[in-house]
């Protein structure tokens, strides 16, 4: 049964969501990653993916100035990194280093590819869309990478406040 309540705390309940790792790298060669928590899969052929990036990130101006980028899709023990890129700007600091995450050279775009995500799609700027006070990303896959080890599980952002975590699967038995 439901009730009628205010938006933002319906929205309290939206978890667990995905948390993907943005990786870019400029012309000049300086790389940035950041966190994004608003992506989803627009188009199945050919795959695209749409991402809600800030106006005043780094990582949406080299997307812009450069059209190409990289999605991962972290594994459950990055933490601590999706944390670090999520919560710092790339202007002024090397996020990419400071981090600490593990960066391999991707086949097609300039950016890297993270070496312990789940996997990374290498992506090119399809356009840019402004639905309302954040600018929407759609990248379409280029190339696709995935993290030799298969139990690797991925992690989602699974409460307020950053918390995050593996989310458990749940499958469903045919009666």
């Known amino acids: 049964m439901q009730k009628k309540c205010r938006i933002d705390e ?3 309940r939206k978890y667990p969501e995905q948390v993907v790792l943005v990786t870019t790298r400029s012309a000049k060669g300086r790389e940035n990653v950041m966190a ?3 992506t989803c899969i627009v188009s199945g052929d050919p795959l695209m993916l749409a991402l809600g990036i800030d106006d005043e990130s780094y990582s949406y101006e080299l997307i ?4 190409r980028f990289v999605v991962a899709f972290p594994g459950e023990r990055m933490s601590r990194e999706v944390l670090f890129a999520g919560t710092r700007h790339g202007h002024k600091m090397d996020k990419l280093r400071e981090s600490g995450l593990k960066v391999q050279k991707a086949s097609v775009v300039s950016a890297s590819l993270l070496a312990d995500a789940v996997v990374n799609l290498e ?3 399809v356009d840019v ?3 309302g006070d954040c600018p929407v990303v759609i990248g379409k896959v280029v190339a696709a990478h995935q993290n030799r080890d298969t139990r690797l599980k991925r992690l ?3 409460g307020q ?3 995050m975590g593996k989310v458990r699967s749940t499958i469903l038995k045919k009666r």
């Open 36 to 38: 994004v928590g608003w």
């Open 129 to 131: 869309y402004r639905p």
């Open 161 to 163: 406040n950053y918390a």
């Open 10 to 12: 319906a929205m309290k």
């Open 156 to 158: 989602y952002t699974v």
């Open 123 to 125: 992506c090119r700027l």
């Open 64 to 67: 812009r100035a450069t059209r």
